[in-house]
C-alpha cells in the first residue's frame, strides 16, 4: 500500500542552525501538507503546497520557514534559523485533492538544543 | 484555537464492548470531519470521514455520525479490540464552504483510547 515516507526519523541541531525535513508523498497525490505537534499539544496545521505553490499557511508559517518541491517525488520543509520552540514532531501528508482524506508519514522528531 | 474539541482525555472499554468518541466544533464553516488514530511514535492514520452532507458514515467496526445542529461528531467502534488501543484525533476542514481552505485540517486534543482484554 502506498504511504507517506520522512526522513530523517529524528533531527537533532543547536539553536540558529538550518535544517530540511524531508518528504516522499503518495505519488498520484497533488496536494502537500506540513504540520507539526509540539509534546502534549494538537497537531497544528502549518502550510498546504498545491501546483507548486502555497496554498494556505498558518501564522506559525513565517519567513523562518519555507517549503519547495525541488522534484517530482520530494517535498521539504526548511527552517533557516532554528528556536528552542522549534521543537516539536513534524508530519508530512499528502492527498489526491484538498477534499480528500490525508495520509500522513511517521514524522520527523525535531530537538532543537 | 478551540475550534475542535475532544473532552474526554481519556476513554477505557472492555474487549468486545462498544467504544464511543465524541468530538465538538464551533466553526460553522466546517464542512468535512475525519477520525484519525495515532500510536505513539508514528503518523496519525486515516479511519473514516464524513462530509457535512451525511449524518453517518460507516466502514466495518467504525460509525461516525454528525450532528450538524449540534456540531458534535462521534466515533462508534464496534466490537472494540486491543488492537484499537491508541490516541483517537477528530479533524475538521472547510473544504468547499467559501473555496478558501485548501484541505487545512484542524485537529482536537486526541482521546486515548484504551481496550481491555
Known amino acids: 500500500e502506498p504511504e507517506v515516507t520522512q526522513t530523517p526519523s529524528h533531527q537533532v541541531t543547536q539553536m540558529g542552525q538550518e535544517v530540511i525535513l524531508r518528504c516522499v508523498p503518495i505519488?498520484?497525490?497533488?496536494?502537500f501538507y506540513w504540520y507539526r505537534q509540539i509534546l502534549g499539544q494538537k497537531v497544528e496545521f502549518l502550510v498546504s503546497?498545491?501546483?507548486?505553490?502555497?496554498?494556505?499557511k498558518s501564522e506559525i508559517f513565517d519567513d523562518q520557514f519555507s517549503v519547495e518541491r525541488p522534484d517530482g517525488s520530494n517535498f521539504t520543509l526548511k527552517i533557516r534559523s532554528t528556536k528552542l520552540e522549534d521543537s516539536a514532531m513534524y508530519f508530512c501528508a499528502s492527498s489526491e485533492g484538498h477534499y480528500n482524506e490525508q495520509f500522513f508519514g511517521p514524522g520527523t522528531r525535531l530537538t532543537v538544543l | 484555537d478551540q475550534q475542535v474539541k475532544q473532552n474526554s482525555p481519556s476513554l477505557s472499554v472492555q474487549e468486545g464492548r462498544i467504544s464511543i468518541l465524541n468530538c465538538d466544533y464551533t466553526n460553522s464553516m466546517f464542512d468535512y470531519f475525519l477520525w484519525y488514530k495515532k500510536y505513539p511514535a508514528e503518523g496519525p492514520t486515516f479511519l473514516i470521514s464524513i462530509s457535512s452532507i451525511k449524518d453517518k458514515n460507516e466502514d466495518g467496526r467504525f460509525t461516525v455520525f454528525l450532528n450538524k445542529s449540534a456540531k458534535h461528531l462521534s466515533l462508534h467502534i464496534v466490537p472494540s479490540q486491543p488492537g484499537d488501543s491508541a490516541v483517537y484525533f477528530c479533524a475538521a476542514s472547510a473544504g468547499e464552504a467559501g473555496g478558501t481552505s485548501y484541505g487545512k485540517l484542524t485537529f482536537g486534543q486526541g482521546t486515548i483510547l484504551t481496550v481491555h482484554p
Open positions: 505519488s498520484n497525490h497533488l496536494y
Open positions: 503546497f498545491y501546483n507548486n505553490e502555497i496554498s494556505e
